[in-house]
């Protein structure tokens, strides 16, 4: 008896901070936890104007995915706050040249035109591959077709080209790279009729049939 | 080391100069070098270290008369990590773009010596008083060592401070100072700048 | 072929690409502190590379059933409990868990050294206390909680063993190069104020700039290794 009760005592400190940790831990995840949720939604759900003109982030809603659908890691479909869909925004990833890239790429209903980019996450050199996040080279891709790959080049001349960042060509190639396979694939489910169907399915109201 | 109860003043500025424990002491090398590429994270990081510095240095000052020598590291270690955990949720809460940034290195610091050493050192011993000013000392020193290698790194590497321009267009930007290398190269370079200052000031 | 491909790409990045020690800052203590000569160098390689598989093993697999949202065995033995609405998101425990798996790890691996290969034991077994504080191995359970709670596909226990072989080789790399450049260090004139760690820092940056050039050479790699043989 002596002995059992001598150990707890010892244990004192480990029992308390135990008891503490408990306590403390899941009332921070009581409290922060939503938010922390709604942040992660927020880094995608917030780019959705900007990517599709006219969509509403609140409107919008992730459809989800059948398995095995390569490239393609998430689609939303980009509604306006009737609930029209305005067009889709599609997630997709590439490594890039020390790392993978991610980003969003905005398309019009039809998915025949991308209406907007927006590089989620990278890791590429800061000053060379980093500044495939600038503005300047993001907006060149705003209006291009697409249904045919997009060409990376060091000097741009005709259109459907788009210029690389100086002196990060293999970060500018994943780019394009991922915008590609990604439209290229979701193409390809808008246009298999079961794969079609369960993605609208998911709509909150339907506009005219597309 | 004596148990008596040291200067308030004293235990303070104890952490920022004569025991700083970047330059003297050698430690939380991990995060001084992750972190420090622009001022930002680099502050970020410093005042993430610091609350879990004092909050653990609160906590196993509090309990001091339960700790046993062998279950004494379990203890620490069972603070600092609910500590880190708490900020580590904060930050995600309210500034999660820089927590996204600091990424693995915000938990790192359950890992970080300065912190199980002050606690083994001050606050198992010390009341609470003094475990909150070697806490806040010791968080300054770190602050202060981070500020300094984060200030060269970025200045040097993009021309700018806290992510505002400070140098002319003109300035290349040493690209290599704010990758890898130039962590080891700014913290090596400084170490031998204090010890050199240090060297002078003992000789005169 | 894909996974074979998948698992090189993790293995040669924790090792080269991304090396833990010149690329990601973790277990510089240790790196700087053992390596003097080349022997001890390679003793706490060993050591780190044995925990950090036994310590990922165990924090895999209590992660991936555990720790995460949505986790098994957290549904099951909530449903079995009969409460209602969706089982708790435990992963809030992660840090804590993890730290005692690595305290646990260590344990684990000195013991069955010191019984199964006494002769091991001589050559690491005295820096295996020391790796409880190595921030390496609670990178590489961070790394691997990381593929475990994001989008994509979860991560097999093969892609975390991959990933903790990888860092523990690359680690090893790293200290054994920096002991050897250390011995020859001690017989150049270094200046009074950079002996010891500050010239230890300068080679380092050295170091980590020569394995810069590795960046992309994992990507080239995997591209031949999927031409050559199956799709990507």
């Known amino acids: 008896m002596h002995n059992s009760l001598h150990y707890v005592s010892e244990a004192r400190a480990v029992i308390f901070l135990a008891i503490f940790a408990g306590v403390a831990l899941s009332m921070v995840e009581a409290t922060l936890g939503p938010r922390i949720a709604e942040n992660v939604r927020r880094q995608t759900y917030d780019r959705i104007p900007e990517l599709v003109p006219g969509a509403s982030s609140t409107s919008t809603q992730e459809i989800s995915l059948q398995p095995d659908v390569g490239s393609v890691n998430a689609i939303y479909a980009a509604c306006d706050e009737s609930g029209t869909l305005t067009g889709w925004v599609l997630r997709g990833q590439e490594q890039g040249y020390s790392g993978p890239i991610v980003l969003l790429v905005g398309v019009d209903p039809q998915a025949s035109r991308i209406t907007g980019l927006f590089v989620l996450q990278q890791t590429e050199t800061p000053g060379l591959g980093a500044l495939i996040t600038r503005d300047s080279f993001l907006e060149q891709f705003s209006g291009l077709p697409a249904n045919t790959p997009i060409q990376m080049m060091k000097h741009a001349t005709q259109p459907g080209q788009v210029q690389a960042v100086s002196g990060a060509t293999i970060s500018s190639v994943a780019v394009a790279d991922a915008v590609n396979r990604t439209l290229s694939e979701f193409r390809n489910l808008l246009e298999k009729t079961d794969s079609r169907d369960h993605m609208f399915e998911q709509l909150p109201s339907q506009g005219e049939d597309v | ?204 | 072929m894909d996974t074979l491909t998948d698992l090189f790409l993790i293995f040669f990045g924790a090792a080269i690409i991304n090396n833990f020690v010149l690329h990601s800052f973790v277990g510089v203590c240790p790196f700087l502190g053992v390596s003097t000569r080349t022997d001890s160098a390679l003793g706490m390689g060993m050591a780190v590379t044995f925990v950090m598989g036994v310590a990922t093993t165990a924090s895999w697999a209590l992660t991936r059933t555990l720790l995460r949202p949505g986790a098994p065995l957290v549904a099951w033995g909530w449903d079995l409990a009969g409460f209602e609405g969706a089982a708790p998101d435990l992963s809030v425990l992660s840090y804590i868990i993890y730290i005692f798996v690595i305290a646990g790890s260590v344990q684990f691996v000195e013991m069955y050294v010191r019984k199964l290969f006494p002769a091991l034991h001589k050559s690491f077994g005295i820096f295996l206390p020391l790796i409880t504080t190595n921030c390496a191995i609670l990178f590489a359970c961070l790394l691997v909680m990381k593929e475990l709670q994001g989008p994509g596909p979860l991560w097999g226990l093969h892609h975390s063993l991959a990933l903790s072989l990888g860092g523990g080789l690359g680690f090893t790399l790293a200290i054994v190069l920096m002991a050897g450049l250390r011995e020859e260090l001690e017989f150049c004139d270094v200046p009074k104020p950079l002996k010891g760690t500050g010239i230890a820092l300068l080679v380092a940056g050295i170091l980590a700039m020569a394995f810069m050039g590795f960046a992309g050479v994992d990507q080239g790699i995997a591209d031949a290794i999927s031409s050559a043989g199956g799709t990507r």
């Open chain 2, 1 to 204: 080391m004596t148990d008596e109860t040291p200067r308030a003043g004293t235990v303070f500025w104890n952490g920022i100069l004569p025991e700083n424990p970047v330059y003297r002491s050698l430690l939380g090398m991990c995060p001084t070098l992750a972190v420090t590429n622009n001022l930002n994270s680099a502050m970020t990081m410093a005042a993430a270290t610091t609350f879990v510095l004092v909050a653990s240095n609160l906590m196993i000052s509090l309990i001091r008369s339960w700790l046993r020598p062998h279950l004494r590291i379990l203890v620490f270690t069972l603070t600092i990590a609910t500590f880190v955990t708490i900020v580590d949720k904060l930050l995600a809460a309210y500034m999660f773009s820089m927590s996204q940034q600091l990424g693995p290195y915000i938990p790192l610091i359950i890992v970080n010596c300065l912190i199980v050493s002050r606690c083994e050192a001050c606050a198992s011993r010390q009341p609470v008083s003094t475990a909150l000013l070697d806490g806040l000392g010791m968080g300054a020193g770190f602050a202060l060592a981070l500020a300094s290698i984060a200030t060269i790194r970025e200045l040097l590497g993009n021309g700018t401070l806290f992510g505002l321009t400070v140098l002319p267009e003109s300035w290349p930007g040493w690209g290599i100072m704010v990758l890898p290398p130039g962590a080891f190269l700014t913290l090596g370079a400084l170490l031998g700048l204090t010890n050199w200052i240090r060297e002078r000031r003992t000789a005169s």
